[in-house]
T-cell receptor, first 110, second 112 residues
Framework: RKEVEQDPGPFNVPEGATVAFNCTYS??????FFWYRQDCRKEPKLLMS???SGNEDGRFTAQLNRASQYISLLIRDSKLSDSATYLC???????????FGKGTRLSVIA | EADIYQTPRYLVIGTGKKITLECSQT?????MYWYQQDPGMELHLIHY???????EKGDLSSESTVSRIRTEHFPLTLESARPSHTSQYLC???????????FGQGTRLTVV
C-alpha cells in the first residue's frame, strides 16, 4: 500500500463548481501535511499547508482528520485557471523525506 | 518567489556521456531533494540530503550520485547516461521550521 493515496482523476467540472479532493496517509507518525499544485510541464508549487484546525485561503479550504488519517482540499467557485494536478504531501518528524501522492488532475471547463 | 535554481533547463546528450545537473538555493535550507518525473506521472524521490556531507538514496533505484559539500549546492551526476534516463529532474529544498518545500524549474533531460 502506498504511504499517500489520492482520489484518482481526472475531475472535469464546470466553472463555478465546488470540487473536493481527498487524500489518505498510512503512517500515523506523519506530522506535516500540504497540498501542492502542479501545472502541465511545470514544477510543483506549494498551495497551502494543512493544519489540525483546518485552514482557508480564499476559495481553498484544507482539512485534516488525524483519527481517520485523511486530508481534504475543497475548491469553491472553480476557475479555468484552477486546472492543474493537485498533489497531497505528508511528512513525518525529523530527518525524513516528504512523501508525495500521485496527484489528482482537475480540469475546469467553460 | 523561491530562490532555487536548476541548470541546465534542457539537455540533450548522447548515450554514455557523463553529466551533472546543478541545483542551488539561497534560502539556507538544510534539506534538499532530487525527484524524477516522467510526463503526466508521479514524482519519484531519488536522493535527499539533510545537511552538508549527508546524502541518502530515495525510493527509486537510480544510477545517479549526489554530493552535498556546501549547504546551498546539491548537484546530481549521471556517470554514463542511457536513454532510460530521459526524464524531468526536479530539485527541491525544504525549510526546517515549516517543512514547506520549494522546487526549482527542473531539468528536462533527453538521452539519445
Amino acid at each position: 500500500r502506498k504511504e499517500v493515496e489520492q482520489d484518482p482523476g481526472p475531475f472535469n467540472v464546470p466553472e463555478g463548481a465546488t470540487v473536493a479532493f481527498n487524500c489518505t496517509y498510512s503512517n500515523s507518525a506523519s506530522q506535516s501535511f500540504f497540498w501542492y499544485r502542479q501545472d502541465c510541464r511545470k514544477e510543483p508549487k506549494l498551495l497551502m499547508s494543512v493544519y489540525s484546525s483546518g485552514n482557508e485561503d480564499g476559495r481553498f479550504t484544507a482539512q485534516l482528520n488525524r483519527a481517520s488519517q485523511y486530508i481534504s482540499l475543497l475548491i469553491r467557485d472553480s476557475k479555468l485557471s484552477d486546472s492543474a494536478t493537485y498533489l497531497c504531501v505528508v511528512k513525518r518528524s525529523g530527518n525524513t523525506p516528504l512523501v508525495f501522492g500521485k496527484g489528482t488532475r482537475l480540469s475546469v471547463i467553460a | 518567489e523561491a530562490d532555487i535554481y536548476q541548470t541546465p533547463r534542457y539537455l540533450v546528450i548522447g548515450t554514455g556521456k557523463k553529466i551533472t545537473l546543478e541545483c542551488s538555493q539561497t534560502m539556507g535550507h538544510d534539506k534538499m531533494y532530487w525527484y524524477q518525473q516522467d510526463p503526466g506521472m508521479e514524482l519519484h524521490l531519488i536522493h535527499y540530503s539533510y545537511g552538508v556531507n549527508s546524502t541518502e538514496k530515495g525510493d527509486l533505484s537510480s544510477e545517479s550520485t549526489v554530493s552535498r559539500i556546501r549547504t546551498e549546492h546539491f548537484p546530481l551526476t549521471l556517470e554514463s547516461a542511457r536513454p532510460s534516463h530521459t526524464s524531468q529532474y526536479l530539485c527541491a529544498s525544504c525549510s526546517g521550521a515549516t517543512s514547506e518545500a520549494f522546487f526549482g524549474q527542473g531539468t528536462r533531460l533527453t538521452v539519445v
